[in-house]
């Protein structure tokens, strides 16, 4: 298979999934062919579901053994996640019989606060940030709501919070990741191109236009460098996938899908051939 292209989105998405683990780190080269593809996004996936647990509740046990067991690259190429990675690991190197109890709080006190007005805490909804009074269950959740049901995509069993929960959105993206990797599998580039139209409308038109509004108040409001880490992960890891699906996807009406390319190349020997025996 002749790949195409994909050389700096690969390596943006690698910057923020080797975070999640070597073994979730994608493969990288100076070409993809879309069995690569298939493994960046399944880095994505990883990336975007460990983002969404690390926000949808407080740390237990479970994620802070799988954590504190992670690689958290110095040099990533994006100084966010750089900064991220660099605030998540000293603060994991530092691990207590208390830390559970510490995060606990801090995430009460980070992400729920005083619950009197929209001023006292990084409250994780993007109704939150884009309604003007600062309301809950506004337009954007109804928008993410839609998205979801056209996609087939369901929210987790017990999850109650709103459909535009930071977590929900990332949850959503991971998703949708396993989906593109399932369907380069599969070699169905028709679908991973829908696929990954349908991410980037939710990353530019949601993700990216909320969540360094989030990440700016978490800073505000933490008093661990837990969530000042996951901070920094999360504006890193907005920043290198939408520059990952600029990349692949380029100006609308203009993709350029792996698998395409071998396509195209076959066509064009196929036509010399006929051409000499001509």
Known sequence: MTSIDTTSGTEAATATATAAGPETAPA???????GDFAQVN??????YALLSRAFASEVDQQLLDQMHAMRFPARTGNTKTDEGNRLMAGYLSNVWGGTLQELAVDYVHCFIGSGDDGFSAAYPYESVYTSPRRLLM???RDEVLAIYRSQGYQKA??????EDHVAAELEFMASMATRTAEACDAGAVDEVERLLRCQQGVL???????TGMLTADMRMYARTDFYRGLAGMLDGMVETDRELLLDVLGDEGDAKMPGEAQAEGDEGDQDDQD???A
Not at 28 to 34: V, Y
Not at 42 to 47: D, E, I, K, N, P
Not at 157 to 162: M, T
């Open 204 to 210: 530019v038109e949601h993700l990216y236009a909320w």
């Open 28 to 34: 990288g080269g100076s070409d993809a062919s879309l």
């Open 138 to 140: 506004q337009e954007a």
């Open 157 to 162: 069993e017990g999850w109650k919070e709103a």
């Open 42 to 47: 399944r880095g994505r996936a990883s990336a």
């Open 275 to 277: 051409g000499r025996q």
